[in-house]
Every structure is written in structure tokens, then in C-alpha cells.
């Protein structure tokens, strides 16, 4: 299913690209939920990076397509976006928040379609794994390739990168669902590492970037054939 948002303040061109959505959809076999707006603030405002396609128009009256797609870039950086405009000179603009492409109104079926089969095929590049993590005040989108670990202390979450800490909300079992089929391992009951990471292991402990993390006795053999089969696959 590829979630896309409308955000558009004409009724007549909300109705028309909803109607365009339905027709691409029927004839390319693909599923669309289709979540539509008028006004940039109301998608902008407790975005919680749910989107995996958002068409924007540029000229709105309360919040403009640009200063909505600035918003949502600073808790997603992988929506696909699109601006739909009639003044092609700031469409130019969106390249400064990573739009894919523009399309120019009055739109036509056979331009969107090619916009929408383009945002498609970048979705298929972008295939890795992302998360949504909550912390205190909104949202956050993450790629699970960027976790090194997550930890538990006193019940709050902290999500480590390489390049930041990020505290959340939620349980390491929350955490471990969310990560799903990707390459973690719960070495105990307060640590999961992402195997990619690991950069050495000794009788009671492993190493990621420098830090020690403890394995449980109990863990230790199974952390072991877990790593043997990670390195395996990615050395097909």
C-alpha cells in the first residue's frame, strides 16, 4: 500500500487528481491510500512522517507548498514530494527541499502519471527499512541501517547513530518489533544491536564503535550463530 497526500485549496483540482490517482492505480494494478488536504499547515503541523508520496500545491493562502515541504523535511527526509503549480519559477525552488519533480496546471493525466510512475520507482530505490520513532513532542523517521544500537535505562529508549543519541518513547520489545526482519539481535534484556555494526566480540561482550556491550551468557551462543549467518548473506 503507498500512502500519498493531496494538499491542495482547490475542491475542483482536489476532486480531479484524486480521480487521476484512481484511474493510475486501476491501470497499473497498484494500491493507493489517498489522504487529502487543503492547506499546507494542516499536513505541516504534527507531521508524523506516515507518507511515502506527497503532492503539494506551492500557492496556498494560510501555509505556501514551500514553507509546509521545509516542515516536513525536518522530521522526514525520504516523502517523495511533488509540487503542482502554474508559476514553474518557484517550482524551480523545490530543489532546495528535495522535491523529485513539479508538474505544471492545468495538469494533464498523461504528465501526472509519468510524475507518479517516477515517484514510484524512486520509492523502489529507497526500499530499505524506516522506522517512525516518538519522543517527546512529535515524530522522527529513521532508516534502520543508521542504528548502530538501542538501549533501555529507567524505561526510556535511546536510539544510538553515528552521528547522534535519540531518546524516545516505548519499550525495546516495541523496538524489536519495529525493526522487524532487519539485521538487530537482542544480546539482553537491555540492549539490541544491529549486527553491522559489531565490530568484535569477546567471552562476555561486543564491541560497536568503540563501546563494550554486555551479552548475557544465556545469548551468547545464539548472538554467535547470528552473526555467522549475517555475514554469510551479505557476502553472497
Known amino acids: 500500500m503507498v500512502r500519498i497526500a493531496l494538499v491542495e485549496d482547490d ?3 482536489r476532486r480531479e487528481l484524486t480521480e487521476y490517482l484512481d ?3 486501476r491501470e497499473c494494478g497498484e494500491h493507493f491510500a489517498v489522504s487529502t488536504f487543503s492547506d499546507g499547515a494542516e499536513i505541516a503541523e504534527g507531521y508524523t512522517a506516515e507518507f511515502n508520496i506527497i503532492l503539494m500545491d506551492i500557492a496556498m493562502s494560510y501555509m505556501d507548498g514551500m514553507s509546509a515541504a521545509e516542515a516536513i523535511r525536518q522530521v522526514d527526509d525520504e516523502v517523495v514530494i511533488i509540487f503542482l503549480t ?3 519559477q518557484y517550482a524551480m525552488k523545490g530543489y532546495s527541499v528535495g522535491a523529485l519533480d513539479y508538474v505544471l496546471k492545468p495538469v494533464s493525466y498523461f504528465a501526472f502519471s509519468q510524475r507518479i510512475q517516477r515517484a514510484l520507482e524512486r520509492m523502489k530505490k529507497r526500499a530499505e527499512k524506516y ?3 516518538p519522543f517527546k513532542g512529535g515524530m522522527r523517521k529513521l532508516a534502520a ?3 548502530s544500537y538501542v538501549e533501555v535505562r529507567d524505561h ?11 531518546p524516545a ?11 522487524g ?48 549467518d549475517y555475514i554469510n548473506e551479505v557476502s553472497k
Open 11 to 13: 475542491a475542483g483540482y
Open 181 to 228: 526482519a532487519a539485521s538487530f539481535f537482542r544480546c539482553n534484556k537491555c540492549y539490541l544491536v544491529n549486527l553491522e555494526y559489531v565490530d568484535g566480540v569477546d567471552s562476555n561482550s561486543i564491541l560497536i564503535g568503540g563501546e563494550r556491550i554486555q551479552v548475557s551468557r544465556a545469548r551468547k551462543k545464539a548472538l554467535m550463530d547470528a552473526l555467522n
Open 156 to 166: 526510556d529508549l535511546t536510539y544510538h547513530t553515528a552521528s547522534e543519541v535519540l
Open 131 to 133: 522506522i517512525s520513532i
Open 23 to 25: 484511474r493510475f492505480a
Open 86 to 88: 502554474s508559476m514553474p
Open 145 to 147: 541501517s543508521q542504528i
Open 169 to 179: 518513547k516505548g519499550t525495546l520489545s516495541e523496538a524489536e518489533a519495529l525493526l
